[in-house]
């Protein structure tokens, strides 16, 4: 299904209601995206607005990431969510429950390969994830091409499926994607009946999309790229603004929460 920008895609996105659930990217939503996956860097209050707003959903927030949940756990500590990591190759549906993961043989495999052809070049980073291989050229803008061509090559060999985001791009098994992962954890108390609601900024959030808004909620695109979204905020600064508004209009008992 090829992409489509909305007109209503440069427009605020309406303040969430008591009965809606929220599914939050990391990477470009949350934080700015870093030069390495290590060195992103956390607002001070984040974790605690989040955790704000999962009170006043009932628990309906999760985040919906191409990290790995442990990840995730770290930056956002003490805060633990729902989620699905590793674009929903990883599941977690209890904030204290463990993570079910599946992993495909191949990657290994596709991992050793990369690292033999780019190895030697420190700019670039090959990540092995268990269920999914991504190769980082962030540093190496210049080798995107190669990057990509060699990734797609290999992931074919290998019967995975590759995607491409922001300065990288990723193989895994086929069959997965944020849009089945979000359905997924949607199926569940307490996300289950809810409005579906996803934040998100790269080509790897477009099948999220594509499922909250065939589900009867909504899309936020974080950016100014083409989009499925309805919605955008310009930027990370943005989406933590939007979400500070969500929870103060969920404090204020009077309102209708239509």
Same mark, same amino acid.
């Given at each position: 299904m090829a992409k489509t920008h909305d007109a209503s895609a440069?427009?605020?996105? *309406? #303040?969430?209601?008591?009965?809606?659930? &929220?599914?939050?990217?990391f990477d470009g939503t949350l934080t700015d995206i870093a030069p390495h996956p290590d060195a992103v860097t956390i607002a001070r209050q984040l974790p605690a607005l989040i955790d704000a707003l999962r009170t006043h959903l009932d628990g309906a927030v999760a985040i919906v990431t191409g990290r790995r949940l442990d990840d995730i756990d770290t930056w956002l500590a *003490? #805060?633990?969510?729902?989620?699905?990591? &590793?674009?929903g190759a990883e599941l977690r549906r209890t904030p204290t429950g463990d993570s079910v993961e599946h992993r495909s043989p191949e990657v290994p495999v596709v991992a050793r390969s990369l690292l033999d052809r780019f190895g030697a070049d420190s700019r670039l980073l090959v990540e092995n994830k268990g269920a999914s291989v991504a190769l980082h050229f962030r540093s190496a803008p210049e080798r995107a091409r190669e990057c990509t061509a060699a990734m797609r090559a290999l992931a074919t060999t290998h019967?995975?499926?590759?995607?491409?985001?922001?300065?990288?791009?990723?193989?895994?098994?086929?069959?997965i994607d944020k849009g089945r992962a979000i359905l997924a954890l949607a199926s569940a108390p307490p996300?289950?009946?809810?409005?579906p609601v996803f934040v998100g900024d790269d080509v790897t959030d477009e099948d999220g999309?594509?499922?909250?808004?065939?589900?009867g909620g909504f899309g936020i695109k974080v950016g100014d790229c083409e989009t499925r979204a309805r919605y955008r905020c310009a930027d990370v600064d943005a989406v933590h603004h939007w979400i500070e508004?969500?929870?103060?209009?969920?404090?204020?008992?009077?309102?209708?929460?239509?």
């Open positions: 440069g427009v605020v996105p *309406p #303040l969430l209601s008591a009965r809606d659930a &929220l599914y939050l990217d *003490p #805060l633990r969510l729902v989620g699905a990591g &590793l674009h019967g995975l499926v590759t995607i491409a985001g922001k300065m990288v791009v990723e193989a895994r098994a086929p069959g996300f289950q009946g809810r409005r999309f594509a499922a909250v808004q065939a589900s508004a969500c929870v103060q209009h969920l404090n204020e008992p009077d309102r209708e929460r239509a």
